[in-house]
């Protein structure tokens, strides 16, 4: 099981290898597999989008119920964008992941709608919407259950972008089954399943996990691999709230930057890990900070990392409506309350800002 590709002894330079020692243990896995799991160790690969790709385009063809996983902390980020070409005509359903990382006053039925009305805008016809959080074990019997009932006797596939949990969400429905742990091999790097993965279900059909599909605009591509950890949450998100006159600015390790232009003093509740670092500062001196300290007061990046790291470009905003998120992909947002704020959002070129209704 473990990354999907058969294991082979031959070629130490190609997926799927493992020393002939290996096939004497009770689970075969491939040395990547192996690294993954007991040293937190990714071993990089030469499969591109184009190998990726070529495996969803199978789906279409194929007569089936489509799960697609999103990450709630990532929900633009971690969409889809070219999904309807996988469907085809099969039904989809739309599951938002690691619920966990919310704060726990988040009204479930609220965000279920929320997820409904982006599905929509963004062009998905979902059959029903679930919330998991398939690291915690939260509402997965009763997603499965539903998918069971949904999918009329037919295969299941579940897809989504790199790292949403897809392997994770199945590793849990196996071990509400049949109790066994961790039979697929999971990581915080993106990209950790290469090839699709059937597990049979108990009509001869099967639930299939299929390697994530690279979002290249998602932040987790630009930083170090050893910071994916800090930009990342692992627990409840404790959202961080600052009072900011006009003029001001936050920076967020050095990674994105946040000036509050005009609309008079006013909060501002960021939605971050908690492990990144919140530095505030006069807009009129932050440029000049940045050049002086990013890569060591403001990191992520890297010092070693800075020859190659994009430059950050900003985008204007300015509030009409009441809650609206001013979201970084993949590193969090900032939620005004009140309409009438022009803010512009910094990130490095090639990471997306946008506006949109607040999810919280
Ligand atoms: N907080 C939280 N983290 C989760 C949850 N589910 C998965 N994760 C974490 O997300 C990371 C990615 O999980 P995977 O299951 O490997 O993701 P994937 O979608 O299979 O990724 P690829 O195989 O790369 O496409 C791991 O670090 C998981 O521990 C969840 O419900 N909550
Ligand atoms: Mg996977």
């Known amino acids: 099981?473990?990354?999907?590709?058969?294991?082979?002894?031959?070629?130490?330079?190609?997926?799927?290898?493992?020393?002939?020692?290996?096939?004497?243990?009770?689970?075969?896995?491939?040395?990547?597999?192996?690294?993954?799991?007991?040293?937190?160790?990714?071993?990089?690969?030469?499969?591109?989008?184009?190998?990726?790709?070529k495996i969803l385009n199978e789906i279409g063809k194929s007569d089936a119920l489509i799960v697609m996983i999103v990450d709630i902390f990532d929900f633009n980020g971690s969409w889809l964008p070219g999904l309807h070409r996988f469907v085809g005509s099969n039904k989809v359903l739309l599951v938002g992941n690691k619920v966990d990382l919310l704060p726990k006053s988040v009204k479930h039925n609220k965000l279920i709608h929320w997820m409904k009305q982006e599905a929509r805008e963004l062009g998905l016809?979902?059959?029903?919407?679930?919330?998991?959080?398939?690291?915690?074990?939260?509402n997965i019997k009763e997603t499965a259950a539903a998918i069971d009932n949904i999918r009329n006797g037919k295969d299941v596939y579940i897809v989504g972008c790199t790292n949403v949990g897809k392997s994770?969400?199945?590793?849990?429905?196996?071990?509400?089954?049949?109790?066994?742990?961790?039979v697929i091999t999971t990581s915080h790097f993106p990209g950790t399943t290469l090839d699709i993965i059937e597990i049979?279900?108990?009509?001869?059909?099967?639930i299939i996990d299929t390697p994530g599909i690279i979002n290249h605009h998602q932040m987790a591509h630009f930083v170090d691999k050893k910071d994916l950890k800090v930009i990342t949450p692992k627990k409840?998100?404790?959202?961080?709230?600052?009072?900011?006159?006009?003029?001001?600015t936050l920076f967020f390790g050095g990674l994105a930057r946040f000036d509050y232009?005009?609309?008079?003093?006013?909060?501002?509740?960021?939605?971050?890990?908690?492990?990144?670092?919140?530095?505030?500062?006069?807009?009129?001196?932050?440029?000049?900070?940045?050049?002086?300290?990013?890569?060591?007061?403001?990191?992520?990046?890297?010092?070693?990392q800075l020859g190659s790291f994009p430059e950050l470009v900003k985008q204007e905003f300015i509030i009409k409506d009441a809650k609206t998120d001013i979201v970084f992909s993949g590193l969090g947002w900032i939620t005004?309350?009140?309409?009438?704020?022009?803010?512009?959002?910094?990130?490095?070129?090639?990471?997306?800002?946008?506006?949109?209704?607040?999810?919280?």
Do not use: W
């Open 1 to 53: 099981m473990g990354c999907g590709v058969k294991v082979q002894t031959e070629d130490p330079g190609k997926i799927g290898f493992a020393p002939a020692s290996a096939l004497e243990k009770e689970t075969i896995i491939c040395q990547r597999c192996f690294r993954l799991k007991h040293y937190n160790e990714v071993q990089d690969v030469d499969l591109t989008d184009d190998d990726f790709l």
């Open 125 to 138: 016809r979902a059959e029903e919407v679930f919330l998991v959080s398939a690291a915690k074990g939260l």
């Open 168 to 182: 994770t969400f199945i590793n849990r429905i196996i071990k509400e089954v049949t109790g066994e742990a961790d």
């Open 200 to 206: 049979p279900l108990d009509d001869e059909k099967a």
């Open 236 to 248: 409840e998100i404790k959202p961080k709230v600052f009072q900011l006159n006009e003029g001001q």
């Open 261 to 304: 232009v005009s609309g008079g003093r006013r909060s501002f509740v960021c939605y971050v890990s908690n492990d990144i670092n919140i530095h505030r500062t006069k807009t009129e001196n932050a440029t000049e900070l940045y050049e002086k300290h990013v890569g060591e007061m403001l990191t992520p990046p890297r010092e070693e």
């Open 336 to 360: 005004v309350n009140e309409p009438g704020a022009k803010v512009v959002a910094y990130v490095p070129k090639g990471v997306q800002t946008l506006i949109r209704k607040s999810l919280i």
